[in-house]
């Protein structure tokens, strides 16, 4: 089963550097914006544009640096390793659907089966940190009867 792990795990990883990859791309553009924009006789129009160039390089940078922990998060999870309680790096087949217990990379899907990846702090991670086969959790409103902790 760390073959399904290591898949999860490598879709995860590809989901962070397209995000990085975007940002860096943000950034340059940004930059090559802010470069290109030259001083024109309203200086005011010029400034804001400058302004705004900048902001733009900010959020960008932002969204890079939450890319780098997201990586940095993927990079302590063993793709080899199985414990019978859900934790980082798990999955979790339950009665309402199956979860990868790694990062909020949203829905994945691996050998025509869906999984959401969560992170072990959102709400739901939280939920199923600690469960064994067998538990079960309510979430909005629905029973999840855990069946297997991989």
Do not use: H
Request: charged residues 20%; aromatic residues 6%; contains cysteine.
């Amino acid at each position: 089963m760390s073959d399904l792990k290591k898949k999860l795990y490598d879709l995860c990883i590809s989901y962070v550097r397209k995000s990085m990859d975007a940002a860096e791309l943000g950034i340059q553009e940004a930059q090559k914006a802010s470069n290109e924009d030259t001083k024109s006789s309203a200086g005011d129009k010029y400034e804001t544009g400058r302004a705004m160039m900048q902001q733009e390089t900010n959020r960008n940078l932002a969204q890079l640096n939450e890319a780098n922990k997201l990586l940095v998060a993927l990079n302590r999870i063993s793709t080899s390793s199985s414990a019978a309680k859900a934790e980082t790096g798990s999955v979790i087949i339950t009665s309402n659907g199956n979860f990868y217990l790694a990062i909020s990379a949203g829905s994945l899907s691996v050998d025509g089966k869906t999984y959401f990846a969560v992170s072990p702090a959102s709400p739901v991670g939280l939920l199923l940190a600690g469960k064994t086969a067998g538990e079960s959790f309510m979430l909005n409103g629905k029973q999840y009867l855990i069946q297997s902790v991989i």
